[in-house]
């Protein structure tokens, strides 16, 4: 993908400096604790597993320090080059910035303003408007506060863990989380909120939370199509690479690399087919009305 010629984009909230690597305080090891407490206080076992953590307490053992074991899976997050970092940082900026010119025709086209998201760059964990960040949850958009949260770590990630590595791969990922922004703004999650709120199960919920997540695939093929035409960015194997990470990362997959077996009822992103060809429609439709997912 060529993009270091581009502009780079103004709503990059950069947090990789104040970010914690594994290291919680302990009032945000209160918190993490809290639920757990309310749970074990509901039930005989539960409330004897609370009176011998205060014992050991007592005894100089701090259970808190239990909730430490992640940090050497957190710390993969630290940097190791801050070149290479700072290469990506900027790489990130220049994509976000071509989804801003893009999506701003897009919305004119149709009559409508486009604004912008923030995105917040972090390592090893941050606060957002949705709760608690971290490397272990992946770049993700939140309403609330209109941002997308994505620890740089993630694109090492994509790479040796799921074996989907290339630049593309990356920009597709950023591009999938902006297309949860135009689903915001144009008011699709509200909608889906309220819809899941009215239903009496999972299964439902999950199927609809699934055509939210492939329309945002079919939005960052969207955003690939004009990337093609107006930047001329695209190169050589791009679209396969997106294609392949979009496969990387369905619910099938990664159902059977954790546990050998796949469960569809319990979907929330859609199977590595129905990613690849979501993304695929709007790479070759490049139209709102070709995503509607639903």
């Not at 689903?183 to 509200?190: F, S």
């Not at 055509?211 to 001329?232: M, T």
């Not at 679209?239 to 059977?256: H, M, Y």
Request: charged residues 25%; glycine residues 8%.
């Amino acid at each position: 993908m060529k993009w270091e010629d581009n502009r780079e984009s103004s709503n990059i909230e950069d947090r990789r400096s104040s970010s914690n690597y594994g290291s919680s305080s302990r009032s945000g090891n209160m918190a993490m604790l809290l639920p757990i407490i309310k749970m074990l206080l509901g039930t005989k076992i539960g409330r004897i597993v609370l009176v011998v953590g205060v014992v050991a307490y007592f005894f100089g053992f701090n259970p808190l320090a239990l909730l430490d074991s992640s940090s050497s899976t957190q710390n993969q997050s630290k940097v190791v080059n801050q070149e290479v970092d700072d290469r990506s940082a900027r790489f990130v900026s220049a994509v976000l910035a071509q989804t801003e010119d893009i999506w701003a025709q897009v919305f004119k086209k149709y009559g409508a303003t486009y604004e912008e998201p923030k995105l917040v760059l972090f390592r090893g964990s941050t606060r957002s408007g949705c709760g608690f960040a971290s490397s272990q949850t992946g770049p993700f958009y939140c309403p609330a506060d209109k941002k997308i949260y994505l620890d740089l770590s993630f694109f090492d990630e994509l790479s040796k863990k799921y074996n989907a590595p290339g630049d593309f791969a990356s920009a597709y990922v950023i591009a999938h989380e902006v297309g949860h922004h135009v689903q915001n703004l144009v008011g699709t999650l509200d909608k889906v909120q309220k819809a899941k709120q009215s239903f009496g199960n999972d299964k439902k919920s999950n199927a609809l939370q699934v055509k939210v997540e492939l329309q945002a695939d079919c939005y960052a093929g969207l955003w690939a199509y004009h990337s093609k035409k107006i930047f001329n960015s695209l190169e050589e194997g791009d679209i396969e690479e997106a294609l392949n990470a979009a496969s990387a990362i369905g619910d099938d997959t990664l159902q059977k690399r954790a546990q050998g077996y796949v469960v569809p009822d319990s979907f929330t992103h859609g199977s590595s087919a129905q990613r690849m060809a979501w993304f695929k429609k709007g790479f070759e439709k490049a139209t709102l009305e070709a995503c509607n997912s639903f």
